[in-house]
């Protein structure tokens, strides 16, 4: 059985941080793609960050550049977000996907509620 489940969400300040933890079972973690991406409401779920299979390379919104930092743990199967200086505008629910390039097979978690409020 396949599970992706998230964590670390909740309210935080402007300027403040949270990390985000997704802890995956049920498929091999070191052979998928990693991926956070976040939904407002009213808008479209939108990429956030991606980390390869090795944790070698890196990706991000232009929008959380310099902000957030995505990482990877294979020995724990487990895909984490840092995020930093948040703003309002990073209120979302963030999801955790997996994604295994040569099968094309994805999956995801069921989401993390972020809210940047004063």
């Known amino acids: 059985q396949v599970q992706l489940v998230e964590s670390g969400g909740g309210l935080v300040q402007p300027g403040g941080s949270l990390r985000l933890s997704c802890v995956v079972s049920?498929?091999?973690?070191?052979?998928?793609?990693m991926s956070w991406y976040r939904q407002a409401p009213g808008k479209e779920r939108e990429l956030v960050a991606t980390?390869?299979?090795?944790?070698?390379?890196?990706d991000y919104a232009d929008s959380v550049k310099g902000r957030f930092t995505i990482s990877r743990d294979n020995a724990k199967n487990t895909v984490y977000l840092q995020m930093n200086t948040l703003k309002p505008d990073d209120t979302a629910v963030y999801y955790c996907n997996g994604y295994n390039t040569y099968t094309n097979y994805a999956y995801w978690g069921q989401g993390t509620q972020v809210t940047v409020s004063s």
């Open positions: 980390i390869t299979r090795t944790g070698g390379s890196t």
């Open positions: 049920g498929f091999t973690f070191s052979a998928y793609r």
